[in-house]
């Protein structure tokens, strides 16, 4: 989970400024994370804020009504970075983002896998099943 610290921004039209960002848990005043965002329009305030600050894309998700929390900001997935396919505790290399569509629906990797993104979330799913992950991690659920 990403942690933003926020400061108001006297100049319009931007609200808030971002002036750090932390994935570990902050508490103090100033700081926001997805438990925060009441929503999507917010998320996205802090994600283009986020983007400003560090010069990364951040981008806003929404996971659906049915979910808590609903919204939040993560790092937007970018081409050549590693990435693995997972289920049930099962993760395996497939590769480096090779394309990825102007939409951020479509994502293919180098091994030919593509993973397809619902909705505004943040997950991308290949076939309905095997999520996308961030990095090259090789392990099995030890439960089975």
Known sequence: ??????????????HIIVVEISDKTQHTDGWVSR?????????????????????????????GAYCSPRYDVIRTPEVVD????????????????KTISKTMKKITT???KT?????KTGCWLA?????????HIEQRNPMF
């Open 1 to 14: 989970m990403n942690f933003f610290k926020t400061q108001q921004n006297p100049h319009a039209p931007v």
């Open 35 to 63: 438990n925060d965002f009441k929503t999507f329009e917010q998320a996205e305030e802090v994600a283009n804020a986020a983007s400003d600050f560090e010069g990364v894309d951040y981008m806003a998700t929404d996971s």
């Open 82 to 97: 590693p990435v693995s396919y997972c289920f049930n505790g099962d993760y395996y290399p497939c590769g480096y983002i």
């Open 110 to 112: 180098t091994t030919g």
């Open 115 to 119: 993973f397809y993104r619902k909705g």
């Open 127 to 135: 076939n309905g099943t095997w999520s996308m992950v961030e990095g």
